[in-house]
């Protein structure tokens, strides 16, 4: 029976975590699984010590997915420094003229990286025998602004049909000044679907472009 988990930006959400976890090492089964991964991403930085289970738990996905991601992390924290303040918020209106220059979302971490460059690797890899693999992939869409609507945005984002292509469990992450991303499992068949030409021929080309800025690749595994 599915797990549901939420609000895991706050004390709370990361409390029922700590609760679930209790006498177990992994989210669902006794192997870390996709469950885990969506998880972890859903919870912005590692629980405290009160927190023993949950703060062990993200310690042992962050080590697999080190492994599968080997270059030096230099220890990004993603959307922490957008958290809202009320003397941020004063000042906004002032600031509106700046609102189409301003990057929210930071630059591209180390792992969005290297989940860039396992895929390269694996396209130039044409000495081996193809096989008909699968991929799951976890992907972070960005809206415009805080006015996008985000429900007409997972729509059109699970709109893109085609074949090998599976849209999975889906997450709304609070970003920072009333912003929101998507956060979005998808299972592809590695034969029939690359995810860069999902991304820039069908998330982010006309008409989904009216509510998706950008699509980020945060994990990339072979299944």
């Known amino acids: 029976m599915a797990v549901t988990f939420s609000d895991l930006h706050t004390e709370e959400g990361v409390k029922s ?3 679930h976890l209790a006498g ?17 991403a859903a919870v912005p930085v590692k629980p405290s010590d009160a ?6 738990w993200y310690e042992c996905v962050a080590s697999h997915l080190a492994k599968s991601f080997p270059g030096k992390a230099l220890g990004v924290n993603i959307g922490a420094s ?13 600031a509106a003229d700046d609102d189409d220059d301003m990057d929210l979302f930071g630059d591209e971490t180390e792992e ?3 989940a860039a460059e396992e895929r ?17 992939v976890l992907m972070e869409v960005k809206p415009w602004d805080d006015e996008t609507d985000m429900k007409k945005l997972e729509e059109a984002v699970r709109s893109v049909e085609m074949p090998g292509l ?11 000044y009333g912003i929101k991303k998507l956060t979005i499992m998808l299972t592809i068949v ?24 950008s699509v980020d690749i945060v994990a990339f595994n072979k299944i």
Request: glycine share 4%; hydrophobic share 35%; no cysteine.
């Open 51 to 56: 927190f023993p289970n949950a703060s062990k």
């Open 166 to 176: 599976l849209w999975g469990a889906s997450k709304l992450v609070p970003v920072g």
């Open 190 to 213: 590695d034969d029939l679907v690359s995810p860069d030409n999902l991304i820039e021929d069908f998330l982010t080309s006309e008409p989904n472009n009216e509510y998706i800025q």
């Open 120 to 136: 390269e690797a694996a396209k130039k890899d044409t000495k081996k025998p193809k096989e008909s693999g699968k991929s799951s």
């Open 24 to 40: 177990k090492t992994y989210i669902s089964g006794d192997q870390l699984s996709v469950d885990d991964v969506k998880v972890y």
């Open 82 to 94: 957008a958290a809202p303040a009320p003397a941020v918020e004063a000042e906004a209106p002032a």
């Open 17 to 19: 975590v700590e609760e």
């Open 112 to 114: 969005e990286k290297k």
